[in-house]
């Protein structure tokens, strides 16, 4: 909903005059002239196009961008910070400049293009993606970021006369993948170029704000925590809806509470979650057998999708938004409303949906209509229900966004990729889980993406309100969900890393000097930097107090800290002959427990168990197929060595440990242990351990001896103790004063030199990394001093994360005479990873020369692998090359082959909207191979016949363009 315009921007001119009139003649001429003053500026004209008056932030932002700063806005999903973007573009066409708009995926992309062309029409607004390139030359572009990195680094002449470059979206840099991207465009635009970044609102913004004040020079940092739209938490258990706060401000978060939000929380739900407990714990009693309290109320449920949908359609909360961590799961909803009979749509409504998507579908041909559930998909839609995830078809989740925005789709089922970046606001939001997936593990979800999310409730100039709502499941606490609730900031961290690709075009541009420079200057070394600022405090701290323990420990009579140096000496020796001993001690308990075998009547020395004990086994490590064990590596159970079971005379059965054994032991007699011996029956427990009492009851245990002390022979201590009592200062009176002194002056020095290295290694760490990348490439003969070679200026127009290995394979020719389809299926290992590895299958491949080319790629991976690994590079650390996953060869080679698409997704057993993602991700690729070829025109040739075969079908419709 937009703010209300102020009191002043209220008033008609009629009623404007009459105010004046209480004016002075010099107070009114002011006035006139400061509004004659206001209407000069291209702000004025800016907010004519709009029929809502722009909030405070915006207005701030937008007169800092006219005043020639550049401007970093940190707000809220859906409170409008992207108008600070397209006042830069205004900005740009006002004074015939270029204003370049990115953006983190293709879908935003295209959506913001369609935005700007309806406002500026189609000759000034171009669109660069991976997959479409229109009207690149117009004075306003809407492309991807890797689109602008790829610009910069190749000095493409599309940059001259940039003005303006928006960032939207910024806070992806912290993305682990990507976000490098977006440190290199900031660092190496032009300095002539003002930059507006717009982020969510990120706790550090301050900082990053800095950062960019740091390498782009006057940058204001506009931040905004106001919502233009309140949201209200709920949670949804059984067939009721509660309130997450009990007294909710107007924005809907805690009122006072916000450094404890679990404070706030609202008592009902507390009371609920305490039940819930308490009816586990009884459900736990009664299955031992005792009885449940009487008069307890019944058990709340997880309210069902097609429940929680009528709930919401009956308070008037649609159109909503259901995040489901699964695309099966957004699938299998769909289906559920379905099944059900629900239905969201009037008839009018539904005639609407059908002729809307029958347009945008029109150019998809009718055999690929059945292939892409066309006929289900559209059956959702006219009853007001879609799903939303990266496995859907691009022309199908934006027929869901476009309906959805239009009113006639009013529940949706999405996975959080739709909550980055567009647009497409709900009134309400609801969250199944608050745990999902993150590739490895069961995680769950951090407050920013609870923020992320739940930012979509509230349409702003439509909804008065928004509201988040959690479905109950068991264990939910209510207090942990007001911290995410509550907590609506998230700190940004930079993800940025020097690949080889950065590595030959920075040398190549700037040489390695003043390449080490640049990097010096990212926002990941820029948060290295301002971490070592504490702890260079606590160095220098730590320096002043070293000086006055070293003056306290000064003696008169000779040189303490040479006294100490020996009295350290003799203590680390006398430490270390002690440790000698133990571990021998324990090697000759370990080999007296081997020995033991069953009905061997031991004395346990000590422990809970120590007395007298029978051995029933002796515990040693089982010997595994693979013949590891009591020879080889420890079994996992029995790392600190054998782990005997005994009978106590106390009739009890144990497994002991080597604590238990601090010196041999060996067997003072033997018996012989019954068939019939269960350990588990008392009674023979109790018949074996009277036996056992009766046979060796009156048995006195052998006592252990420690032999002679090594330190008592050893020579060095004998040495070091001489030379302690020789020098000067062992006669000082006050000894023991400046000992003390010494070692605190001892501690404090040790700890100084941690933290020390702890600078040292948060220091530099960009340029080292870029050192260690730049010797590598030097081996491989890609740079020569600052040269780059022909080989590497072949690496430059190269991009990806096996920017490398695919030069390496140009290099040596294992492309070479192969088919265009042969081709597409060797380089999409470039590209494609696997959701979920799935190591016990071996990935289908074509035969032939494509099964041995691929064959050759692994083995160049191999040699780059361990040729990192000589470097010291690490994937760990988002630098070097994963390896190459070859689960989509099969399917491109038969796409390439001009397969037909039910063949091929069938044969994939792939979504068609990964099948799409996929390929246009290879056609890139095929395009970066078709560039980097050179002289080799026949791989040129093959690469463009390969792109050509690629591009057609669900691939060529796919492009909005």
């Known amino acids: 909903m937009p703010s ?25 001429y002011a006035a006139a002239r400061e509004r004659a003053k206001e209407q000069a500026t291209a702000l004025y004209g800016f907010q004519q196009l709009y029929d809502f008056p722009l909030d405070d932030f915006q207005v701030r932002a937008c007169r800092t961008l006219e005043a020639g700063q550049g401007v970093l806005v940190a707000a809220p999903t859906g409170s409008g910070k992207t108008i600070v973007g397209e006042f830069a573009v205004h900005l740009a066409l006002a004074a015939g400049r270029k204003c370049f708009y990115t953006t983190p995926i293709k879908a935003l992309s295209n959506q913001k293009y369609a935005d700007l062309v309806k406002r500026y029409g189609q000759a000034k607004v171009g669109l660069l993606t991976g997959d479409n390139s229109v009207n690149g030359d117009a004075p306003v572009v809407v492309m991807t970021t890797e689109v602008l990195r790829n610009m910069l680094y190749a000095g493409s002449h599309a940059l001259d006369g940039l003005g303006y470059v928006v960032m939207d979206e910024v806070h992806y840099l912290a993305d682990r993948f990507r976000g490098a991207v977006w440190e290199e465009v900031i660092i190496h635009l032009p300095e002539s170029v003002t930059l507006v970044s717009l982020s969510a609102t990120v706790s550090n913004a301050e900082e990053f704000g800095d950062w960019l004040d740091t390498v782009r020079g006057g940058t204001e940092v506009i931040v905004s925590e106001h919502r233009p739209v309140p949201l209200w938490q709920h949670v949804m258990a059984g067939n009721r ?78 159109p909503a938004i259901t995040f489901i961590f699964s695309r099966a799961g957004c699938e299998a909803a769909v289906q559920q409303c379905l099944n059900s009979g629900l239905r969201l ?12 998507v029958e347009e945008r579908c029109r150019d998809i041909p009718d ?33 869901v966004e476009e309906l959805f925005v239009q009113g006639l789709v009013k529940a949706v089922f999405a996975t959080e990729t739709l909550a980055l970046g567009i647009n497409m606001p709900a009134r309400s939001v609801v969250m199944e889980k608050l745990v999902k997936w993150n590739g490895e593990t069961h995680a769950d979800i951090t407050p920013g993406e609870y923020t992320q999310l739940t930012g979509r409730a509230g349409r702003r100039g439509i909804d008065v309100e928004g509201h988040a709502v959690v479905l109950w499941q068991r264990g939910l606490d209510p207090e942990a969900l007001a911290g995410l609730a509550g907590t609506r900031t998230y700190p940004l961290k930079s993800s940025f890393r020097p690949s080889y690709n950065m590595a030959v075009n920075l040398v190549g541009q700037f040489g390695r000097h003043r390449s080490r420079e640049l990097l010096e200057t990212s926002f990941a070394q820029f948060q290295a930097d301002r971490s070592v600022v504490g702890i260079a405090r606590q160095v220098q701290r730590n320096e002043e107090g070293l000086e006055g323990y070293r003056e306290s420990m000064t003696c008169h009579l000779g040189d303490f800290e040479e006294y100490m140096s020996l009295r350290r000496q003799l203590k680390d020796r006398e430490n270390e002959l002690a440790r000698e001993g133990s571990t021998q001690r324990r090697a000759a308990a370990v080999e007296a427990i081997e020995q033991l075998r069953p009905g061997d009547i031991i004395h346990v020395p000590t422990g809970k168990f120590a007395g ?30 054998p782990r005997p079971v005994v009978l106590t005379a106390e009739r009890q059965v144990k497994r002991l440990a080597m604590i238990d054994f601090p010196h041999p032991v060996a067997a003072m007699d033997r018996m012989r242990i019954p068939k019939s011996f269960n350990p588990r029956s008392p009674q023979s427990r109790r018949d074996l351990a009277s036996a056992l009492r ?33 020098h000067p200062c062992h006669g000082c009176d006050e000894r023991e004063d400046h000992a003390r002194w010494s070692e605190r002056y001892h501690r404090l020095h040790r700890d100084t030199e941690l933290l020390e290295r702890r ?97 050759k790629m692994v083995r160049i991976w191999g040699r780059l692998d361990a040729l990192e690994e000589q470097h010291k590079i690490s994937t760990a650390e988002g630098v070097g090359q994963r390896e190459p996953d070859l689960g989509f060869a099969w399917t491109a080679y038969r796409w390439a082959l001009g397969h037909d698409l039910d063949a091929v997704l069938r044969d994939a057993d792939m979504p068609a909207g990964d099948f799409v993602r996929w390929t246009k991700q290879l056609i890139d690729v095929l395009g970066q191979i078709q560039d980097a070829a050179g ?5 040129r040739r093959t690469a463009r016949k390969a792109v050509d075969g690629m591009r057609r079908g669900i691939i060529a419709y796919s492009s909005v363009g």
């Not at 749509?345 to 809307?356: H, L, P, S």
């Not at 209509?369 to 078809?393: F, P």
């Not at 007298?612 to 002796?618: E, K």
């Not at 060796?696 to 009592?725: M, N, Q, V, W, Y």
């Open 612 to 641: 007298l004990a029978l051995v029933l086994d002796p515990g040693l490590p089982p010997v595994s197929r693979n013949g590891l064990g009591r020879g080889g590596p420890r079994h996992p159970d029995f790392q600190d060595g």
């Open 367 to 399: 055999e690929d209509l059945n292939v892409l559930g066309y006929y289900e998909w559209l059956d959702g839609l006219e009853r007001g229900i879609a799903a939303h995830h990266a496995g859907m078809l691009p022309r199908f989740k934006e027929v």
């Open 241 to 318: 809806m509660y309130d997450l706060f009990a007294s909710p401000d107007r924005d809907g978060r805690p009122k006072g509470s916000l450094k404890n939000p679990a404070k706030a929380v609202n008592p009902e739900l507390v009371r609920l979650a305490r039940s819930e407990a308490d009816r586990g714990r009884d459900r736990f009693a009664r299955g031992r057998g005792r009885s449940m309290p009487a008069g307890r109320p019944g058990r709340i449920w997880t309210p069902g999708r097609v429940d929680v949908i009528d709930r919401l359609d009956a308070e008037g909360l649609l």
């Open 694 to 726: 009766t046979k060796a009851g009156h048995l006195e245990p052998e006592r252990f001896r420690k032999g002679r002390a090594a330190a008592a022979d050893d020579p060095e201590i004998s040495r070091l103790r001489t030379a302690l009592r020789q």
């Open 759 to 855: 600078m040292r290694s948060r220091t530099h760490t960009i340029s080292r990394t870029f050192d260690r990348v730049c010797g590598l490439l030097t081996d491989l003969g890609y740079l020569r001093g600052d040269t780059v070679t022909d080989d590497g200026k072949r690496l430059a127009r190269l991009y990806g994360e096996l920017d490398l290995l695919a030069s390496e394979c140009i290099r040596e020719g294992v492309w070479n005479g192969l088919a265009a389809a042969e081709l597409a299926a060797c380089a999409s290992a470039l590209v494609y990873e696997a959701r979920q590895s799935d190591d016990a299958v071996a990935p289908r491949v074509p035969e032939g020369g494509t099964k041995d080319a691929l064959g």
């Open 345 to 356: 749509n009037r008839e009018a409504d539904r005639f609407k949906v059908r002729q809307f």
């Open 4 to 28: 209300s315009p102020k009191p002043e921007e209220q008033l008609a001119p009629a009623a404007r005059s009459v105010a004046e009139e209480d004016l002075s003649p010099a107070e009114r």
């Open 935 to 939: 002289d080799d025109t026949d791989l």
